[in-house]
C-alpha cells in the first residue's frame, strides 16, 4: 500500500534537512538540492523542477548540482529524445560519502604527524596533535569495518 505524499510536510523536511547539513558545514544550495533529490520517488529531477518545489534560480540549481556532482552524491543524465539533464542522487549516498572520508580521515592522521613533530614531543601542543591523530586513525581503521556491516544489513532482506 502506498500511502499519499504530504507535500507541505516533505517541503518543511527538505528545508529542515538542508539547515541541520548547512549546520554541519554543507553548503546551503547543495544541501536544498540534495533534501530535494532525496524526497522525489524516483530519486531523479530535472533543473527545472529542483528550481521550481525550492523557487530557486536556475543559475543556483546549476550552481549546486555541479557541487553535488563533485562529490560524487549525484549523477547527470539524459534519456535518449529528452532535451534536458536530470539529476540523479546515488542509490549508495552516504556510503560513498562516509568511504571518501574514511580515506580523508587517514591522510590527515598522516599529516599530524608532522604537526607532532613540530611542535616538539612532550608539549601540550603536540599531546593534542597526538590525541586528535590517534582519533582519526581510529575512525579510520574501525571505517571499513562499520561499512562491511552496513553492506550486510543492507543486502539482507528481513
Excluded at 56 to 80: C, F, H, N, W
Amino acid at each position: 500500500m502506498v500511502s499519499e505524499r504530504d507535500e507541505e510536510a516533505l517541503a518543511r523536511f527538505v528545508e529542515r534537512f538542508a539547515i541541520d547539513l548547512s549546520e554541519a558545514g554543507f553548503p546551503r544550495m547543495p544541501a536544498r538540492i540534495l533534501a530535494a533529490l532525496l524526497t522525489t520517488e524516483s530519486g531523479v529531477a530535472t533543473a527545472s523542477e529542483l528550481g521550481e518545489s525550492l523557487k530557486i534560480s536556475p543559475a543556483a540549481v546549476s550552481g549546486a548540482v555541479r557541487y553535488l556532482m563533485q562529490l560524487e552524491l549525484v549523477t547527470k543524465r539524459r534519456e535518449p529524445g529528452r532535451r534536458h539533464d536530470e539529476y540523479q542522487i546515488r542509490d549508495d549516498l552516504w556510503y560513498e560519502a562516509v568511504g571518501r572520508k574514511d580515506r580523508i580521515y587517514a591522510r590527515w592522521a598522516q599529516t599530524l604527524n608532522e604537526g607532532i613533530a613540530a611542535a616538539g614531543p612532550g608539549t601540550a601542543a603536540a599531546d593534542r596533535l597526538e590525541d586528535t591523530r590517534r582519533f582519526f586513525e581510529f575512525v579510520s581503521t574501525e571505517t571499513p569495518a562499520m561499512m562491511r556491516r552496513w553492506r550486510a544489513i543492507r543486502e539482507d532482506p528481513s
